[in-house]
């Protein structure tokens, strides 16, 4: 059974940085990509990134670029996301997904990680 | 990046009802179209890929339709855990991929 399970809920001030989790399990790791979405509150889904662990190649939504890291470590079937510089705008849910090579659709979700930024 | 345009915005439909939803791409993307549910609290699920393809263990009261541009999800009799949010996602592109802003469907 494919499952993502992700790091539990993060509370941080503005200004602090944060890296959070997507374990993978029960499918290659390394020959699906890994996506994250975020939904801010009472709001839809926005498409943040993505990256592919076979050889760690990894894309940016144009909102997004600049603003956090997406990472994977193969040793470990995780992928990662982080930011150096929380605003208090970044508070959201945060869910990673999985998706085929090319252009597929999210076959497998996580349960979502709540960040909450407050000073 | 191609726009994803849905609606209604809420739709109210009593149980054992029709719930038809709309979604409208800014360009074709010929029938990489996906749905997912997003019941109360939980994470989003995929309902429907290839733009009328149901998922592994979704019901056939589910069913997609359309290409290019206009696209459809029906619920052929709606039951209550279908109360949820429903968003489309185009694919075609998919760097970025983008996301309609969802349709709320309850029980009337």
């Known amino acids: 059974e494919v499952q993502l399970v992700q790091s539990g809920g993060e509370g941080r001030k503005p200004g602090e940085s944060l890296k959070i989790s997507c374990q993978a399990s029960?499918?290659?790791?390394?020959?699906?990509?890994i996506v994250w979405v975020r939904q801010m509150p009472g709001k839809g889904l926005e498409w943040m990134g993505i990256v592919y662990p076979g050889d760690s190649d990894t894309r940016y939504g144009p909102s997004f670029r600049g603003q956090v890291t997406i990472s994977a470590d193969t040793s470990v079937s995780t992928a990662y996301l982080q930011w150096d510089s929380l605003k208090a705008s970044d508070t959201a849910m945060y869910y990673c997904a999985r998706q085929g090579d090319g252009g597929r659709p999210f076959d497998s979700w996580g349960q979502g990680t709540l960040v909450t930024v407050s000073s | 990046e191609i726009v994803m345009t849905q609606s209604p915005a809420t739709l109210s439909v009593s149980p054992g009802e029709r719930a038809t939803l709309s979604c409208r791409a800014s360009?074709?993307?010929?029938?990489?179209l996906a749905w997912y549910q997003q019941s109360p609290g939980q994470a989003p699920r995929l309902l429907i890929y290839?733009?009328?393809t149901r998922a592994t263990g979704i019901p056939a009261r589910f069913s997609g339709s359309g290409s290019g541009t206009e696209f459809a999800l029906t619920i052929s009799s709606l039951q209550s855990e279908d109360v949820a949010v429903y968003y489309c996602?185009?694919?075609?592109?998919?760097?970025?991929?983008?996301f309609g802003q969802g349709t709320k469907v309850e029980i009337k």
């Open positions: 996602q185009q694919y075609h592109h998919w760097v970025p991929v983008t």
């Open positions: 029960g499918y290659s790791f390394t020959n699906y990509w």
């Open positions: 360009q074709s993307v010929s029938t990489n």
């Open positions: 290839g733009a009328s």
